[in-house]
C-alpha cells in the first residue's frame, strides 16, 4: 500500500514537473510533427506497407527522444533526495507508468498527423488503437529502463540510442506485423498469439526492470 | 596439470572432431538424373549420376523406380564410370495414381554401396487415370534382399552435399557461445549480489570471446549460405535476429567504454548484461518460430535432427560443442587474468 501511494506520488510529481516545463512536452509533440511533415514532403503519396513502416519509425525515434530525458531531467542531487523518500520500486514503476501515458500520447498524435497529411488505411480501427497502447507499453519498459543506464554517462542520447535499438527489434516487428494486420495488408486469424508473445516480452523485461532497477540508482 | 586438464581435453576434443569431421566420407549418394519427366506407355532411359558410388565396380546393381507403395525394376544397366549408370525402364499406360503428373522415387542399391535414394526423381505424364487397372497391371518387383552400406560415413543430402560437415564448425559455434554467455549473466548476477571486481572482468572476458565466436558463427554460416542457398546473406529472420543480437553486446562495450569510474562501469555494464540477455530469449528463440524462415529448425523448415542429423554426425558433432565450449573457457580466462594483472599493476601505478 505504501508502494501504491509512494507511485501515485510520483507520478503526479511528474506531472506536475512537465505541466511547469511545458517546453519538454511541446517540442516533444512539435518533434513528431515536424518529421510527419518531412516525411510527408519528401515522399509524397504512399502505399498502406510504407505507411505502416514509417508510421513505427516515427514513433520509435520520438519515443526514444521523449524518453531519454526521464532521469535527466532533474538533477542528480534532487534524484538522491527522491532516493531517500521513496522505494526503488516505486521510482521506476511511476516512470514506466508515466511514460506509457506520454508514448501513448505522442502514438495518437503521430496518428493523427499521419491521417491528417495522408489518408489513413487503417482498416480496424479499435485493433489500431489497442496496438498504440500494447507499443506504448513495451516502448515505455524497455526505453525507461535503459535510459536509466545512460543517465549514468555522459554521451546519454547516443548511447541510449544503440542500446535500445537492438532490444526493441523484437517488440517492434510484432508491433508491425499486428499493425499489418489492422492495415488489412494481412489477413491473420491467430494474432492473438502475436499479442500474448508480446505481452510476455514486456512481462520479461518489466520484471527485469524491477528486479535491476535498484543496482542502478545506488551511487 | 592438475588444474589444466580441461584445457587439454578440450583442444583433443577439437583436434579429434575436426579430423573425424573432415576425413569421414559421405555415403553414396544420387545427386540427379537425366531425363527427369516422360510419358507413361514409353520406355525410358535414364542416366543416374552418383556421388562416392561403385557402379562400375558393383557386381550385383540394381535400380528401381517407386511410386505409393509399387515398385518397378530397372532393366539394361550399363555403367559408364563408378559415378555414371544408364538404365532403362519400360513405364506402363496406367499408373497406380489419381494424379496427372506422377513424381516418382529412384532407389539405387549394390553391394558396396548399399541404398542410395533420390525422391521426386522422374515426373511422369499420364494421358488418362485408371487407378484400379494400374495397380492389376502394374509388374510389382519388391525391394528385396537389399544390401547395406559398411563402414562409417555422414548421410549424403542432395541440397547440402559435402557442406554437411559444416554442422561441427557452425552450429557448435553457436551452442559454445550461448554456453559462454549464459556463464557470462552468472557472473554478472554474481557481480551485483556481492560487488567482487572479479566477477565483472570474468563476465567481461567471457562476452568478449563470444562476441568472436558469434561472428565466425556467422562467417560459417554464410559460406554455408552461399552454397546451399546460393547467396552470402538473405533477409531471413534468424539471420537477421543474429546481427541484431551481435549489434547488442557491440552496445555492451561502447557502454563499458563510456565510464570511467570502475565500479559504476561494472555495476551498469552488469545490469546491460542480465536485461540484454533476457531480450535476447524472445530474439533468437521465439521470434524466428513464429514466421517463416530458410533457416532450419524453425518455420515449418525441417532442422538437422531426425534423420538428417545420424549416430555417425553426433560423433564429431557433440564433442565439437564441449571442445569449442573449453577453448573459448580457456581464451576467456587467459583475458581474466590479463585484466585482473592490469588492475593490480598498471593503475596503482
Known sequence: ?219 | MKNNWWKILGVLLIIYALLFGVLTPLKPGLPSVYPFNGKSGERLDLTIEGYNTHFKEAKNQRVWLKLADRTMLGKALVANSNNSLKVSFDIPALLPTTDTVASLTLITNNEIDGTSILPSAVFIKQNQIDTLTAINTWANSPLESLHSYEGTAFPYRNVLGETIRNLYYHVSLWFAMFIMLTIAVVYSIKYLRNGNMNDDHRANALIAISVVYGLLGCATGSIWAKHTWGTWWTADVKLNMSAIFMLIYLAYFVLRGSFQDEIKRARLSSVYNIFAFASLIPLLFVIPRLVDSLHPGNGGNPGFGGEDLDNTMRMAFYPMIIGMTLLGLWISDLRYRLAVLRDKFLDRA
Open chain 1, 1 to 219: 500500500m505504501q508502494i501504491i501511494s509512494e507511485i501515485v506520488f510520483l507520478i503526479k510529481k511528474d506531472l506536475l514537473l512537465e505541466w511547469r516545463q511545458k517546453y519538454a512536452i511541446w517540442g516533444i509533440l512539435l518533434y513528431v510533427v515536424s518529421t510527419v511533415f518531412i516525411v510527408f514532403i519528401s515522399t509524397g503519396d504512399i502505399p498502406a506497407p510504407v505507411w505502416n513502416i514509417l508510421f513505427w519509425i516515427i514513433i520509435l525515434f520520438a519515443s526514444v527522444n521523449a524518453v531519454v530525458k526521464s532521469f535527466v531531467q532533474e538533477n542528480s542531487q534532487r534524484q538522491l533526495y527522491y532516493y531517500q523518500l521513496a522505494h526503488p520500486l516505486a521510482i521506476i514503476v511511476s516512470k514506466i507508468i508515466y511514460n506509457i501515458g506520454l508514448l501513448f500520447i505522442l502514438c495518437v498524435l503521430n496518428y493523427l498527423a499521419m491521417t491528417i497529411v495522408y489518408e489513413s488505411p487503417v482498416k480496424r480501427l479499435e485493433l489500431f488503437w489497442l496496438i498504440l497502447f500494447l507499443g506504448s507499453v513495451g516502448f515505455s519498459i524497455t526505453f525507461t529502463f535503459v535510459s536509466a543506464i545512460a543517465s549514468k554517462a555522459d554521451n546519454s542520447s547516443t548511447l541510449m540510442a544503440i542500446l535500445t535499438f537492438p532490444i526493441v527489434i523484437p517488440i517492434l516487428g510484432i508491433l508491425m506485423t499486428l499493425s499489418a494486420n489492422a492495415l488489412g495488408l494481412i489477413t491473420d486469424t491467430a494474432y492473438t498469439n502475436d499479442i500474448y508473445t508480446l505481452l510476455a516480452i514486456d512481462g520479461i523485461l518489466l520484471g527485469l526492470a524491477v528486479i535491476l532497477f535498484p543496482f542502478l540508482w545506488k551511487d
